[in-house]
């Protein structure tokens, strides 16, 4: 069974910055593409960022410069800092994990945390 289990969010001043983290179970985790995403009070889910692999990333144009994605594939977790935090980045943060199994691909999620920038 696969599991995935994010850190607490949090409350942080804008500026601030949080790091949330995701580790996977029942999966393996170094051949899966991961990712993080969002979705703010009234709107759609968004990508947030992706790592396909061991050494690539994709960003949000919103986050680019500020957001990094990493992973740690002995510990089956990703991560996701995030630094000069603003109000619009308040959001619930949901972690992906994109497994495939010959050609047939499998999505799974975390549970979502809670992420409040304040003004």
């Known amino acids: 069974q696969v599991r995935l289990v994010e850190s607490e969010g949090g409350l942080v001043q804008a500026g601030g910055s949080l790091r949330l983290s995701c580790v996977a179970s029942?999966?393996?985790?170094?051949?899966?593409?991961v990712g993080w995403y969002r979705r703010a009070p009234g709107k759609e889910r968004e990508l947030v960022a992706t790592?396909?692999?061991?050494?690539?990333?994709n960003y949000a144009d919103s986050v680019k410069g500020r957001f990094t994605i990493s992973r740690d594939n002995p510990k089956n977790t990703v991560y996701l800092q995030m630094n000069s935090l603003k109000p619009e980045d308040t959001a619930v943060y949901y972690c992906?994990?994109?497994?495939?199994?010959?050609?047939?691909?499998?999505?799974?999620w975390g549970q979502g945390t809670q992420v409040t920038v304040s003004s």
């Open positions: 992906n994990v994109l497994s495939s199994v010959g050609n047939i691909k499998y999505t799974y």
């Open positions: 790592m396909p692999d061991d050494k690539g990333t």
């Open positions: 029942g999966i393996i985790f170094s051949r899966s593409a």
